[in-house]
């Protein structure tokens, strides 16, 4: 197959990168970046475009066989209005330009894996979220629910579209856990707030891996959560890393000092999905790291 890869240069589309050409697939990657020497390969290919804006790229879109959209600029900052400005456009209007190149053709079976986020159920306490329950309210919500419906609008073409929802994802090379071992390995990691909050994590293996399932998997469409079969409080997650990285974790991280340093999204650090990946369970999918000790015992000691 042609891949097509939106954000493919970026954390986590450089190990599906590396996936699909390690199973024999051609892949073109498309970042921002006017260059990335990280993936040095025969059939993989770099193209430099905005995908905020249409252009000459989203005419190589239609010569794939499945298009995947990562694309989105990182969450992990103060939220000033111009920044949510920024993480905005970055998903919806590059899935806007996705759809609108994607022909759906007869005869031809397209697939778009599109990108959407755990924060479309917003801050739900304790409730138990498949990819059945309600959208919640606030940015992230909101964000969700225009990305995704910009994604769907591919299906009226008669692509098969497929929305991963994903959790807070786990690799030692980049994401929220690079972020937070420096800390940890001082003895200086906690709980943010009171550590109550759900943690829907998932192993980055796991979610390479889900995606290439529903790439592979012609009866599957509409949405997906990608977040690992047992989530964690947060206090949790803590306690585990604590005992991975031998060190004490138990310095919290008051609320009212991550709203003071991030703004809205320090509220975003301590709102609750309990999100479970049904649908994928349903489907017959194996999930390699289901428990959070041995995920970050993998990822940290390798």
């Known amino acids: 197959m042609k891949i097509w890869i939106t954000g493919g240069s970026g954390f986590v589309g450089s190990h599906l990168s590396a996936r699909l050409l390690d199973a024999g697939h051609a892949v073109v990657a498309v970042g921002r970046s006017p260059e990335f020497d990280g993936i040095r390969h025969e059939n993989f290919r770099y193209v430099s475009a905005d995908t905020r804006e249409a252009g000459q790229w989203q005419e190589e879109i239609r010569e794939a066989d499945a298009v995947v959209n990562l694309a989105g600029k990182s969450i992990f900052a103060y939220w000033t209005e111009a920044t949510k400005k920024e993480i905005y456009d970055s998903r919806v209007e590059t899935t806007r330009n996705i759809t609108a190149a994607l022909d759906g053709a007869p005869g031809r079976e397209t697939v778009l894996v599109s990108t959407s986020a755990v924060g479309y159920y917003g801050d739900r306490g304790d409730d138990i979220l498949t990819e059945t329950s309600a959208r919640g309210e606030g940015f992230l919500a909101d964000l969700s629910r225009d990305w ?30 690079k972020q937070m071992l ?9 709980p943010l707030g009171d550590g109550r909050q759900w943690f829907p994590w998932i192993h980055m293996d796991d979610l390479v891996s889900a995606i290439l399932f529903a790439l592979a998997e012609p009866e599957i469409s509409g949405p997906l959560n990608l977040t690992a079969p047992n989530p964690v409080r947060n206090r949790q997650f803590v306690r585990a ?7 004490p ?8 000092a991550l709203k003071t340093a991030l703004g809205e999204f320090g509220e975003v650090l301590l709102s609750s999905q309990r999100a479970l990946p049904v649908r994928l369970l349903d489907s017959g999918f194996h999930f390699e790291y289901p428990d959070i000790g041995p995920a970050l015992k993998q990822l940290i000691r390798g």
């Open 249 to 256: 974790a138990f310095v919290p991280v008051p609320g009212f």
């Open 241 to 247: 890393m604590g005992r991975v990285l031998r060190r």
């Open 148 to 177: 995704e419906d910009a994604a769907m609008a591919a299906a009226e073409k008669g692509v098969r579209v497929v929305i991963v929802r994903f959790g807070i994802v786990l690799d030692k090379d980049g994401g929220a856990l």
């Open 182 to 190: 420096p800390p940890f390995r001082l003895g200086l990691g906690g």
